[in-house]
Structures are given as C-alpha cells and as structure tokens.
C-alpha cells in the first residue's frame, strides 16, 4: 500500500486505487489463462508429433542438448506424487508451468526443437516466421503474467497495460485464428480499464494522471553487488553487443540479469540507452 500513498495525498483515493489494481489484475485472468492452456496444447501436440510419443518429455534425460529441461520434468512429478496420484503422462503435461513453455523458444533451443514448434503458431504471418519473433513477446508475458500473481502493482499507465492485453491476444491469434474471437464476449479487460479511468479520473490521452512513484534507495551499492556482482559496473562494447544479441534472440530481462550478473532494473535501464527494450518489457513501465 505505500507505494499507493506515497502517489496520492488523500488516503481514500490511495485505497481507491489499490482497489483499481486488484480489479486490472482479476480482469487478465481470461486471456492470460487462455493464452496458458492454448501455448500448452500447442507445443504440447507438436512435441508429441515430433517425438512419436504421449510422454515426449521421456526423451529429455537421454537428448544431447535439452537435458537441462528435465528439472522441469522432476519437479512436475513431484508435485504429482505429493498430491498421491498416478504419474501420468497427461497429468505431467498440465503440471509444467509457463516458464517452461516459454523457455522452449529461448535460443539454446533453436536447431534442436524450433523446426518443429514453429508449427504451434500456424498463423503467425510469414514475414515474422522467426524463433526469436514468438519468444521476446512470450518470455515477457511470462514476467508480466508473474507480476500479477505475485500480487505487484500494474494500475498506472493504462495504456500501456492495453498494449500487453493486445499483444495476448495477438499470440493467441498466432496460434488459433478464432481464439480471440472466443473469448471476446466474456473478457473484461476492456470495461474493466474504462471502469478505472473514470473513476481514478484519468485522461483519455495518457489515461494516467500520476508519475511512476519513485522508490527510496534502501541499499548501499556494496549490498546490491553481493547480489549481483556487477551491479553499478561501467558496461563495455562487448558486454552491450552480447546484450543486444541476447536481447534480439528472446532472452527475457529475469535471464539477462542472470547472465550479466545484474540487476534486472540495470538491464532494462542499459537496453533503453541502447534503444532497445521499449516495445514490450512490463517491468519498464509498470
């Protein structure tokens, strides 16, 4: 709630707006489940094609290459046995979650799975028919999709909230022309934003009347570098021409800030100095 406060001089309006956020968050529920459960099938049915095989995960352990997704695979199962049901094929496949999904298009996947997943998206336009075309947009909705169940704010700049509920429903399309149309009639993403910019009394322009609140540094630059050891580090031409090629290749900033021994707001802060980043980063603008 702070971070509400600390935007608003009157207290009603500070929980108003709390409330606001609560309601935007519940309103994605239906394309962002839909998205989910429609990415699953998809990639789910291609692996199976590719495999010849209802267990298509069983090839992991033993593939050069994509062993390093079994952790996934382990961990499925393991929430199956804990719940004392039968380790099934289909029951393994519904336990993955999203970040595997996602991570199946990150790059060190490419010569070995993306000649057969590209088939998941038999609507993406032939011009953009590209790995990294389908994972930079899906390794982003995975980070906001996060946000929201961890319960983070996303009720400020409501047109940019817009833009990610567009690009949802753009990648169902990829997979499903007639997704969009589904579940149109019962989406309430876009009632629900114009509930919100009445009554928070927000222009139509920017449908926002506030600044992104600004945080208190509550760390000294030795504590964020145990951390992350580079943080506050200068950047060097090698360092930013892998980071644009990382970047181009789909990685998301969660993995960026991995690799790069980084924050993730030092990440997304060097990518817009590079002139990347903007077109659809959550973490950038919520």
Not at 23 to 28: G, I, Y
Not at 111 to 117: C, H, Y
Not at 143 to 165: P, Q, T
Not at 191 to 206: A, D, F, G, H, Q
Request: with cysteine; proline share 5%.
């Amino acid at each position: 709630m702070e971070r509400y406060f600390n935007a608003h001089q009157d207290e009603q309006k500070a929980i108003l707006h709390y409330q606001c956020n609560v309601e935007l968050s519940e309103a994605f529920y239906v394309s962002l489940s839909t998205f989910e459960v429609a990415l699953r099938n998809a990639l789910s049915r291609e692996l199976q094609t590719m495999t010849g095989r209802e267990d298509w995960y069983a090839i992991f352990p033993t593939m050069p290459g994509l062993v390093g997704l079994n952790r996934y695979i382990t961990q499925a199962k393991k929430q199956i046995v804990g719940r004392n049901e039968p380790i099934l094929a289909s029951k393994v496949i519904a336990e993955l979650t999203l970040g595997f999904w996602v991570s199946l298009l990150n790059s060190e996947y490419e010569r070995i799975l993306w000649k057969d997943l590209r088939r998941a998206f038999p609507y993406l336009p032939k011009h953009l028919r590209q790995r990294r075309t389908v994972s930079a947009p899906l390794n982003s909705l995975r980070s906001f999709r996060n946000r929201i169940f961890h319960n983070e704010s996303i009720c400020w700049n409501l047109d940019r909230v817009e833009a990610i509920h567009n690009e949802i429903i753009q990648v169902m399309g990829w997979i499903n022309k007639d997704i969009p149309g589904w579940i149109e009639p019962f989406d309430r993403f876009t009632s629900v934003v114009s509930k919100i910019s009445i009554v928070m009394n927000w222009s139509n322009n920017c449908k926002s009347g506030l600044p992104e609140p600004t945080k208190e540094k509550s760390y000294t630059i030795a504590e964020k570098q145990k951390e992350n050891p580079k943080a506050y580090l200068p950047w060097d031409v090698e360092a930013d021409n892998a980071l644009k090629r990382l970047y181009a290749e789909g990685y998301g900033i969660d993995e960026l800030a991995g690799l790069f021994e980084r924050t993730k707001g030092a990440i997304r802060s060097r990518l817009r100095k590079l002139g990347l980043g903007e077109d659809f980063d959550p973490g950038s603008f919520l």
